[in-house]
């Protein structure tokens, strides 16, 4: 019997569920400006040691009157940590070798850095939902006689 010649110890999250740990963690729609300083504060990535991260950068937030919410990835941003300049070439080739994205659309902001002068940074799209169909006793009373889902009236 012949041995592996490699063992994989640990697999890394796929961009869809880190994008899901993420948003699941974050402050709620209802508090916009703790919301924001925490999408910009931390990255998709749970470990943080290479030389880009990931952030959502924009997103559009659905929210049904029983509590439903669908978060939708608008934009998204790949900071070159700790760096005056961005390389598009690096920042595309880690996002492929991380998250498995060949985004046609990468491409530098120019004269910006990311928050707290994180370093140079470039926006892309791809994909990414979000959903959250759990009532909260923030978001919906206990005398709504509907299950938590998706508003019928949003055509999806």
């Given at each position: 019997?012949?041995?592996?010649?490699?063992?994989?110890?640990?697999?890394?999250?796929?961009?869809?569920?880190?994008?899901?740990?993420?948003?699941a963690?974050?402050?709620?729609?209802?508090?916009?400006?703790?919301?924001?300083?925490?999408?910009?504060?931390?990255?998709?990535?749970?470990?943080?040691?290479?030389?880009?991260?990931?952030?959502?950068?924009?997103?559009?937030?659905?929210?049904?009157?029983?509590?439903?919410?669908?978060?939708?990835?608008?934009?998204?941003?790949?900071v070159?940590?700790?760096?005056?300049?961005?390389?598009?070439?690096?920042?595309?080739?880690?996002?492929?070798?991380?998250?498995?994205?060949?985004?046609?659309?990468l491409?530098?902001?120019?004269?910006?850095?990311?928050?707290?002068?994180?370093?140079?940074?470039?926006?892309?799209?791809?994909?990414?939902?979000?959903?959250?169909?759990?009532?909260?006793?923030?978001?919906?009373?206990?005398?709504?006689?509907?299950?938590?889902?998706?508003d019928?009236?949003?055509?999806?």
């Open positions: 019997m012949q041995r592996p010649s490699a063992t994989v110890i640990s697999e890394l999250p796929s961009f869809q569920s880190s994008f899901e740990r993420l948003l963690r974050a402050p709620g729609p209802i508090f916009p400006r703790a919301r924001a300083l925490y999408l910009q504060k931390y990255p998709l990535e749970e470990e943080s040691q290479g030389d880009f991260r990931t952030f959502l950068l924009e997103e559009d937030i659905q929210e049904s009157p029983a509590g439903a919410v669908r978060i939708r990835a608008l934009a998204l941003a790949v070159a940590w700790g760096q005056p300049c961005f390389d598009a070439n690096a920042a595309a080739a880690y996002l492929e070798r991380r998250w498995g994205l060949r985004p046609h659309d491409q530098e902001v120019e004269g910006a850095s990311w928050f707290r002068e994180a370093g140079a940074y470039g926006r892309f799209r791809t994909p990414a939902v979000y959903e959250r169909v759990a009532p909260t006793s923030l978001l919906s009373s206990s005398a709504d006689p509907r299950p938590p889902a998706a019928p009236g949003s055509g999806e």
